[in-house]
T-cell receptor, first 113, second 108 residues
Framework: DADVTQTPRNRITKTGKRIMLECSQT?????MYWYRQDPGLGLQLIYY???????NKGEISDGYSVSRQAQAKFSLSLESAIPNQTALYFC????????????FGPGTRLTVL | GQSLEQPSEVTAVEGAIVQINCTYQ??????LSWYQQHDGGAPTFLSY????GLEETGRFSSFLSRSDSYGYLLLQELQMKDSASYFC?????????FGQGTELSVKP
């Protein structure tokens, strides 16, 4: 079984809809991250969490929100989706003692029409 | 602010050696990591340098010069399966800031 899972893997939605992307991990890591990747570009950090009670904004948090429901679960929400949020979204985890090594989920491909 | 620069594309032949450079401008630098990504799949960790010098992991090596704000990833004995995107990332306060990636194409 995969250590970091993301649901859904693909999603097509319409402008203005609320959508939630979910991430679960079985690695027992405290730290979790959400990234966005646009075609041909690098990964941009949206939000990150160092433990259940900790939420921090990343480089591009506008238009997004997150919830850390448990150590193993970290959800990303788009309150009102817009077309330029069409992208590939990755969740990642890391051990605080080895935060340089992040473990990524398989990604969610989101299309906003 | 922070910025990372790496070449957008590199092409090499099977069996050769290729070097992918990364220069960075950032505050609060703690180290430089390298990740590999195949065709939009999950990025995977390759290597990490916290101190100046060379780190070797099998066919891959990574180098860091903090005084020059520069690092590189060296891939030896290239194989077709090494065709992928490679990202450098700087560490800041427990999070990673990624470069835009270098697409490596390995030709037969």
């Amino acid at each position: 079984d995969a250590d970091v899972t993301q649901t859904p893997r693909n999603r097509i939605t319409k402008t203005g809809k609320r959508i939630m992307l979910e991430c679960s991990q079985t690695k027992g890591h405290d730290r979790m991250y959400w990234y966005r990747q646009d075609p041909g570009l690098g990964l941009q950090l949206i939000y990150y969490s160092f433990d259940v009670k900790d939420i921090n904004k990343g480089e591009i948090s506008d238009g997004y929100s997150v919830s850390r429901q448990a150590q193993a679960k970290f959800s990303l929400s788009l309150e009102s989706a817009i077309p330029n949020q069409t992208a590939l979204y990755f969740c990642a985890t890391s051990d605080p003692k080895r935060y340089n090594e992040q473990f990524f989920g398989p990604g969610t491909r989101l299309t906003v029409l | 602010g922070q910025s990372l620069e790496q070449p957008s594309e590199v092409t090499a032949v099977e069996g050769a050696i290729v070097q992918i450079n990364c220069t960075y401008q950032t505050s609060g630098f703690y180290g430089l990591s390298w990740y590999q990504q195949h065709d939009g799949g999950a990025p995977t960790f390759l290597s990490y340098n916290a101190l100046d010098g060379l780190e070797e992991t099998g066919r891959f090596s990574s180098f860091l010069s903090r005084s020059d704000s520069y690092g590189y990833l060296l891939l030896q004995e290239l194989q077709m399966k090494d065709s992928a995107s490679y990202f450098c990332a700087v560490h800041q306060g427990g999070k990673l800031i990624f470069g835009q990636g270098t697409e490596l194409s390995v030709k037969p």
